[in-house]
């Protein structure tokens, strides 16, 4: 089955840049979306279409994407970003929505 | 405002029925499908599968197909998603899901939290 990989876990000090990294064959062809979700809460989407981002959203996260990978950077890292993020795009054919593992990030 | 507004949490036994809601407003229901997205505790995000409401065409994933049944009511603006055997793992969180635009993310609804006794 297509997947989208996350390293399970990432952890930065308050003020430094975290970078989260999304692999996928399909990443190269079909967009991809970043979302926040902390606990008790229901996601929120902070990058669409691989890097751009809703308003709403502080600058510091941002989007990039090369190839067959995509990344969330989040500068300048506060403690109130602690929280999952999620990597969701589809499949080569664009017809299966899938979601990356989560990465757990936390802010030391 | 578009909102999407799901049904209150359930407490089931196993090899009960369950069908939950997702009511939708603030746009036409048949201009946008409608997607299931199942969390289990502590676990991360599941696509399910979607609905088309203006047909009721559905397309399910394929860890989800047999497994649930997701249809939708016009009428009412509201999307469905149904058990009839359900299983002490089918405990989870359902977010039900519309797309904002093309290709510009989705409105969620605020969860239905599910829970199976075994």
């Known amino acids: 089955s297509y997947e989208l990989i996350q390293p399970p876990s990432v952890s930065v000090s308050p003020g430094q840049t975290a970078r989260i990294i999304c692999s996928a064959d399909a990443l190269s062809t079909q967009n991809a979306f970043w979302y926040q979700q902390k606990p008790g809460q229901v996601p929120v989407l902070l990058i669409y279409?691989?890097?751009e981002r809703p308003s709403g959203i502080p600058e510091r996260f941002s989007g990039s994407s090369s190839g067959t990978t995509v990344t969330l950077t989040i500068s300048g890292v506060r403690a109130e970003d602690e929280a999952d993020y999620y990597c969701q795009s589809a499949d080569s054919s664009g017809t299966l929505v899938v979601f990356g593992g989560g990465t757990k990030l936390t802010v030391l | 405002e578009v909102q999407l507004v799901q049904s209150g949490g359930e407490v089931k036994k196993s090899g009960e029925s369950l069908k939950i809601s997702c009511k939708v407003s603030g746009y036409s229901f048949t201009s946008y499908w409608i997607g299931w997205v199942r969390q289990r505790p502590g676990k991360g995000l599941e696509w399910m599968g979607i609905i088309y409401p203006i047909d009721s065409e559905t397309r399910y994933s394929p860890s989800f197909q047999g497994q649930v049944i997701i249809s939708a009511d016009k009428s009412i603006n509201t999307a469905y998603l149904q058990w009839n055997r359900l299983k002490a793992s089918d405990t989870a969180m359902y977010y039900c899901?519309?797309?904002?635009?093309?290709?510009?993310?989705?409105?969620w609804g605020q969860g239905t939290l599910v829970t199976v006794s075994s």
């Open positions: 899901v519309r797309p904002v635009g093309n290709s510009n993310g989705w409105y």
């Open positions: 279409r691989d890097t």
